[in-house]
């Protein structure tokens, strides 16, 4: 495990969330972003993340705490985060945490709101899981990564994209060449659409959409043809449409290829709770299995 690019991993999703969420829902504008600012839809300040940081941070915690994935304790903390912060929160995501908040199991609550809401399909388990590849090496992440999506998203097809960019996370920091990333975890992908989307990326347009299959390919391509953190991320987030969610899981991706010191500072010195998210990050680092 590589310490520097694991915390880039998690450190740069909060950063890609955070410069993308005031770009969130807009479509791409006349003037590319290229620094920390606030507003948007949500009113955010310069450097304020939504929760895309929010839910990595709570599944951080769970496999800190736990040793391991634990569906109920994740789903707790996921309650707990989203009662503290609503408004950010996703039509799947809010519908199925009430649910829990109420006394439902989370694999009920998934399966119910999936139902009420006629799909699950969206892109929130995706963006929260690069602990997952942090924490664990390559043969054990889409087994852990469905058990994760599955705490909010009954689709299977979210954990499937989930566990995509989670197996590139998760070679990368452990040494993997990125290409090679790449292709293992397409070779890992059981799902028709999305590993024909990915396997000829550059053939889609991207979609920042808040589909989990239209995101995942968005955000790989983005990825794939950028030379820097910093190009991949101002690329991801002025795209517009769901910027911050493409901003985070192409953070997460760019920071486990060019490590945390590739990170600009300007970014870094206004991201909120800086510290305590590098201190996770390097919690999760250390924690991590071979």
């Known amino acids: 495990m590589n310490e520097m690019r694991a915390v880039g991993a998690f450190v740069g999703l909060a950063i890609g969330d955070a410069l993308g969420a005031p770009l969130e829902g807009l479509p791409p504008g006349p003037i590319v972003v290229t620094e920390m600012q606030g507003g948007g839809i949500h009113n955010t300040l310069p450097g304020q993340y939504t929760d895309d940081t929010l839910q990595a941070a709570a599944l951080a915690e769970t496999l800190l705490r736990c040793g391991s994935f634990d569906p109920e304790d994740f789903a707790r903390r996921l309650v707990l985060v989203y009662r503290a912060n609503p408004k950010f929160f996703g039509p799947t995501s809010r519908a199925v945490l009430d649910l829990i908040g109420n006394g439902l199991a989370s694999s009920v609550a998934a399966r119910m709101a999936h139902r009420a809401l006629g799909r699950s399909r969206s892109n929130g388990s995706v963006m929260r899981g690069v602990p997952v590849g942090i924490f664990y090496p390559p043969r054990e992440v889409r087994e852990v990564s469905l058990a994760a999506s599955l705490v909010t998203h009954f689709d299977p097809v979210a ?8 197996r590139m996370v998760s070679g990368i920091c452990r ?6 990333a790449f292709g293992q975890a397409l070779a890992a992908c059981p799902d028709p659409e999305l590993r024909g989307m990915l396997e000829d990326y550059r053939a889609y347009p991207p979609e920042p959409s808040l589909d989990a299959v239209l995101c995942t390919h968005c955000a790989v391509r983005v990825f794939m043809e950028a030379s820097s953190f910093r190009d991949a ?39 909120q709770d800086r510290e305590e998210l590098l201190a996770l990050a390097r919690r999760l680092s250390l924690a991590s299995r071979p």
């Open 159 to 166: 954990g499937e994209a989930s566990a995509f960019v989670n």
């Open 233 to 271: 991320v101002i690329a991801a987030v002025n795209l517009g449409g769901d910027a911050d969610t493409v901003g985070a899981i192409v953070g997460g991706l760019a920071g486990a290829r060019f490590g945390y010191e590739a990170i600009p500072a300007l970014w870094l010195a206004v991201l």
């Open 175 to 180: 040494g993997e060449e990125v290409d090679a």
